[in-house]
Structures are given as structure tokens and as C-alpha cells.
């Protein structure tokens, strides 16, 4: 029986906590809203980020991290507080999860204060690792703006591959946006 079939819900009770060398990767708690929105409501984090808005204003980080527990309850998500013991919150990642396609979504996002350290190439391999062992998913994908070469370094890093380019997929802040997309499948 897979993670997503076991009899204490779609992804099991609670949430694990992943560790890599540098990093812990936890759920995330009530007490780290401050912090998402220091880091999150920077605007260079939302200008290369889909869903994230500018300003981010008070009560966002709240209600983003209220679903988190529905989400892993109901098996569509499983995110993560990336964390280092030096530097505490860094960002955060996790999957949309499309169990019926044994797929899901990756996103990710670091604190412009820690960007260049390798946290993100490092916290993608561990999620990368729990959606193909322990989650028994067969494929995860992600995209990113093409203007942010930086994310697909990171993906690639992590053994991902590219799939191609959707030209003027999004639009925010008043332009459309190319985006590429990367994947990989579980026998890679």
C-alpha cells in the first residue's frame, strides 16, 4: 500500500520532517507567519513567483498556512518550512498533488538572504526523494519564469529535465510571461 492509500488518510495522519545535510524540512507552524511575511513579501520573491503577491500583506501568511493541514489531510498537498538551524525559516517548498495521476506540482521559494547558498537545490532533492519512495508518485513536474534562469539551474541540479517552453503563459504584473517547464519520473 502507498502513503496516498494508507487507511489513516490520503497522506497519513501528520506531516513528516524532512532532513537533508543543512537542512529541516517541517510543516509549518502558526508561529512562523512573521517570517513568511519578511520573507515571502519581498518584492523580488514575488516578481519571480506565481502566486505570490506584493504586497503581502498582514494576515496572508495566517491564512496560506491554515490550509496546509487540510491539504495534507485531504492528500492534494504537502509543503514544507524550509529551515537551517543557523538561519532558522529560508524559504518554502512542497507539491500539489494529483494522486489519481500519481503526480504532483512542485514549488519553491527562497529568502532573497539565502539565495546562492544551494538550500533550494538541496531541499528539491529530499522532496523530490519522499514524493518517489515514500509517496510512490510517478512523475513531478515544475515551471518557472523563463526570466529566472536561477530556478532552472536549481531543477536541473536536482536531476530534472527540460520539457519545453509555454510562450506568454501567465500574466502578472501587467505582462505576459513565458514560463519553462522540467519534470522528472520516477525511474530517473
Same mark, same amino acid.
Given at each position: 500500500? !502507498? ?7 490520503? /497522506?497519513? =495522519? ?8 543543512? /537542512?529541516? /524540512?517541517?510543516?509549518? %507552524? ?7 511575511? %519578511?520573507?515571502?513579501? +519581498?518584492?523580488?520573491? &514575488? !516578481? ?9 500583506? +498582514?494576515?496572508?501568511?495566517?491564512? @496560506?498556512?491554515? =490550509? ?5 489531510? +485531504? $492528500? ?7 529551515? !537551517? ?5 529560508? $524559504? *518554502? ?10 503526480? &504532483?506540482? /512542485? #514549488?519553491? @521559494?527562497?529568502?532573497?538572504?539565502? @539565495?546562492?547558498? $544551494? ?14 519512495? =515514500?509517496?510512490?508518485?510517478? %512523475? ?33 504584473? #501587467?505582462?505576459?510571461? +513565458?514560463?519553462?517547464?522540467? *519534470? ?5
Amino acid at each position: 500500500m !502507498s502513503q496516498l492509500e494508507d487507511s489513516a488518510g490520503p /497522506l497519513g =495522519t501528520e506531516p513528516p520532517t524532512l532532513e537533508t545535510d543543512r /537542512l529541516i /524540512l517541517r510543516p509549518f %507552524r502558526a508561529e512562523d507567519a512573521a517570517a513568511v511575511q %519578511r520573507l515571502a513579501g +519581498d518584492p523580488e520573491i &514575488a !516578481s519571480t513567483t506565481l502566486n505570490i503577491p506584493h504586497p503581502y500583506e +498582514d494576515g496572508m501568511a495566517e491564512d @496560506w498556512i491554515g =490550509t496546509h493541514e487540510p491539504g495534507w489531510a +485531504d $492528500g492534494t498537498m504537502a509543503v514544507f518550512a524550509m529551515t !537551517s538551524p543557523e538561519d532558522g525559516l529560508v $524559504g *518554502a517548498i512542497g507539491l500539489s498533488i494529483k494522486a489519481a495521476h500519481r503526480r &504532483a506540482e /512542485l #514549488g519553491y @521559494w527562497v529568502g532573497v538572504p539565502f @539565495w546562492n547558498r $544551494g538550500y533550494a537545490t538541496e531541499a528539491v532533492r529530499a522532496v523530490l526523494q519522499f514524493a518517489f519512495e =515514500t509517496l510512490q508518485l510517478n %512523475r513531478v513536474h515544475a515551471s518557472y519564469f523563463k526570466r529566472n534562469p536561477a530556478s532552472g539551474r536549481v531543477m536541473t541540479k536536482a536531476g530534472m529535465r527540460e520539457e519545453g517552453i509555454r510562450r506568454q503563459h501567465f500574466f502578472k504584473d #501587467g505582462r505576459f510571461e +513565458d514560463v519553462t517547464e522540467y *519534470a522528472i519520473l520516477r525511474g530517473e
